[in-house]
């Protein structure tokens, strides 16, 4: 089964001024950007992380 959640566009914005950064590809691509796991990604995507990073 291919995990399609990998590949779904993600926009990653700005805690301090609420612009976007960059638009990617994948959430893999976005979190080699932030630099951090893509879990940790999926996880403020879903919903299930209690801090922005």
């Known amino acids: 089964m291919r995990k399609d959640w990998l590949r779904k566009a993600v926009d990653v914005y700005s805690v301090e001024t609420d612009d976007i950064l960059g638009t990617f590809d994948s959430v893999t691509e976005a979190a080699k950007f932030i630099g951090c796991k893509a879990s940790n990604v999926t996880a403020n995507l879903k919903g299930n992380w ?4």
Not at 50 to 53: A, D, E, P, R, S
């Open 50 to 53: 209690k801090y922005k990073h």
